[in-house]
Structure formats: C-alpha cells, structure tokens
C-alpha cells in the first residue's frame, strides 16, 4: 500500500511509535509518507542543526519525510500551545494535500497536539481512508480555570470529529476505547492496539558492578522510579511511603523533571534517607538499571484522564522482565494485576502504598523473577513491536476496505 502518516513529533524526538512503524511498515514493502513538524520536544526549542523551513524532505528506500514549520518556544502556557498545534495544523493544511496525494490510506497518531492538524487534513483529503491511533483525550496538563477549560473544549471537538469521520480508530489502552465511544466513534470501528517499547534497547540484563553502585545495592530491597518527575506521577507519594519505611527498603528515582524540587524538599523534611535522586540517564544505560534494582516503580495520580493510560515505563519495565510496583488505578493496575507481574494499590494513598512497599520487601528473589517473566511473557504476547505493527496493518487494510489485499499469514 501507500500509506500517508501525521504525526506531531517525529524522531529524532522521542516519538518511537510512529517512527519505528514507519520503518517497520516499509521494510514490509508498503510505500510510507510521513508528515511531521521540525523537532523541538522536550525542550521546545528546535534541536541544534536543524532549521525550520518549507521544502525539507529525506528520504530512503519506501519512506519520505517531510518537515513543516511550527511554533515553536519553551512558553507552556494555554496560549503557547495554541499557537503550537495551530500553526502545524495550517501548515500541514498547505503542504498535506500535495504531499499526501495518492495515498492508499492515512494513519494518524493521535495525541492532543494532532488534533487540529488531523481534523483539517481529513477534510481536504476527502475519501482516503483513515486510522487514528489515540493516545489521550484530555489536555491534561493544562492550568486550571477559564483558559483551561476552552481550550479542552476546543480540542474535545477537534478529536470528536476525528473519531466520527476515521474509518478505524485503535487506542492505545483499554478504557479509552469507552472514552473515544463517548465522544462519537463508532463501537464496531474501535479497536485496541498497545504501544510498545523500544525493543533494542528494553530487553532483559544482568546487572553491572557500575550500575548496582549507583543504585546503592546494599541488601535492602531497591524500588526504582525511571522517568519524568512531574504532576503527573505524584512522587510525594512514595517518597511519604518510602520514609515510612527507613531501614526497610530504598527508593531510587531515576530521572527528572518539573517537580522535583519540590520532591527533595519533601524527602529532606521527613529525613527520609532511604530515597536517593541518581538524576537522567541515557536510556542506553537503563536495562542495566532495571537490573540492579529489584522493582520498578510505575505511578500516576488520581486523576480521570489517567485512569486509560499505561505510562511507557510500563512497556519497557515488562519487556525487561523487571517486576512492578503500580501506585495507580484504571488500566495500569489491571495490566499488572492480570500479568501477575507485580504488586499494585490505589493511587495517592501512602500508606498502602507504604504496605506494599513491606509486602515487596518480604516477597523472596525467586518469587520476584516469576513475577518479572510473567511480565516479559505479557508484553510479547501483548505489546511487542511485531503484535503491534501488525495490528495496525490490519486496521490499514480494513480502512482501505478491498481495494488491497492483505499478505497471507499476517494478523
């Protein structure tokens, strides 16, 4: 087939699900399109070497990409980001057409950020068949108040039309689908395909003299947070549970992030000398980390939106056989507690948190490495890049409705 794809981000941002299924898609023999913007996240600042402007295409066997400009700037606020998503959408309005002209069908990966840019494509490509693959329905990290609330129902509509007018819609987890049945989509065209992780880097390992000194293994039970340190996660959580327990077991925060300060401070006042802050680290290193330690801590806050979230670090603690502490509730707790991969509680609630903490303490290393290969097991039945891509080939194949016929073998 030829196959178009929007997408917001792009590698070289951390955007690894449409950049390893454009890949995966043309290595299958399909000719891919890829229309993305110029990258800038996390930052928000165009990545140093590369230059904004209108005719920026590569290309290689089966796959082209082309840029477009965006706003771009470090500005978080509601306006910010209006300008962000507007101005991609009016320059994929301009480019788009001529681009993507020709194609089979069109997958569009579908944060908030594309929503505008896809609700305005779509009607200028007319009939070409269409997939969104969603990932959120919320503007989740948006302030508070007026501004909030009419820039959520702006983007509410702009995603509503997607899903009405998309001829197949996959979700990224499980009770989106309800959410994107909610808002319009028609329930026989929702289907749920898993994100996966980057499995040349997510793999299981043994651990390092180096990386098992910077963990601080010292026979204590090691609980380890990878990732972002921000509103989202609700680290003071752990970090309250976590002193609880002093002498029992240790919590390593790996990572980052727009809330951690406030974190430190938290740890500092409860004295709490069993967490201890390593700070980024590539992802390159990160297996032999999760190795080193004996959980991987995966929390979200108790909030709507994130109840139909599975947080990536849960993907890649999975595909390295590493077992799992979940301080969440929705989908994250129920991946975890069906996979029999870890031990889960109710989100913002520290003392069971502090109770599961002890339990996982107790539990003896071979009862650990069960629950890690079950969770390994989990995700290449469920989550792999090859069940994944393949089940986004179908959904193309059902969109185009006919017009191809699918390869023999493929599910």
């Known amino acids: 087939m030829r196959i178009g794809i929007l997408s917001y981000h792009f590698p070289p941002e951390p955007a690894f699900i449409p950049g390893s299924l454009a890949e995966e898609l043309a290595r299958r023999g399909h000719e891919v399109r890829v229309l993305t913007g110029f990258p800038d996240y996390p930052g928000g600042h165009v990545y140093p070497g590369w230059r904004q402007r209108w005719r920026h295409e590569t290309r290689s066997e089966r796959l082209t990409v082309r840029r477009v400009p965006r706003y771009t700037g470090a500005d978080a606020s509601v306006?910010?980001?209006t300008a962000a998503y507007l101005s991609f959408a009016g320059s994929v309005a301009l480019v788009g057409p001529r681009f993507l002209a020709g194609v089979d069908v069109l997958y569009v990966h579908q944060p908030p950020a594309t929503a505008f840019a896809a609700a305005g494509l779509l009607r200028l490509l007319g009939r070409v068949p269409t997939v969104l693959h969603v990932q959120d329905v919320w503007a989740a990290d948006d302030p508070a108040g007026?501004?909030?609330q009419r820039w959520t129902a702006r983007l509410g509509a702009a995603m509503a039309r997607t899903y009405r007018v998309a001829d197949r819609v996959a979700v990224a987890a499980p009770s989106l689908r309800d959410l994107v049945v909610a808002a319009g989509a028609e329930p026989a065209r929702v289907d749920v395909v898993l994100n996966w992780t980057d499995e040349r880097i997510f793999h299981p390992a043994r651990p390092s003299p180096a990386a098992r000194r910077l963990i601080g293994h010292d026979g204590r039970c090691v609980v380890m947070h990878a990732g972002t340190i921000g509103a989202r996660q609700g680290l003071e959580t752990a970090v309250r549970a976590a002193a609880a327990l002093d002498g029992t077991m240790d919590l390593v925060l790996v990572g980052s992030g727009p809330e951690e300060r406030?974190?430190?401070?938290?740890?500092?006042?409860?004295?709490?000398?069993?967490?201890?802050?390593?700070?980024?680290r590539s992802p390159l290193d990160m297996p032999d980390l999760y190795a080193a330690a004996d959980y991987q801590l995966v929390m979200l806050r108790d909030l709507p939106e994130l109840r139909g979230t599975l947080p990536g670090k849960l993907q890649a603690a999975f595909s390295c056989a590493a077992p799992v502490v979940a301080s969440a509730g929705g989908d994250t707790a129920e991946v975890v507690e069906r996979a029999r991969a870890g031990l889960s509680c109710p989100p913002e609630d520290w003392a069971t948190l502090a109770d599961r903490f002890w339990l996982a303490a107790t539990i003896p290393p071979p009862a650990r490495i069960d629950m890690g290969r079950r969770g390994r097991e989990t995700y290449l039945r469920e989550m792999s890049m090859p069940a994944g891509v393949d089940r986004v080939e179908r959904l193309l194949y059902d969109a185009v409705g006919g017009r191809t016929t699918a390869p023999a073998g493929r599910e």
């Open 146 to 148: 007026a501004a909030r």
């Open 79 to 81: 306006g910010g980001r």
């Open 262 to 280: 406030r974190v430190r401070g938290l740890a500092a006042e409860l004295g709490a000398d069993n967490v201890r802050f390593v700070g980024r």
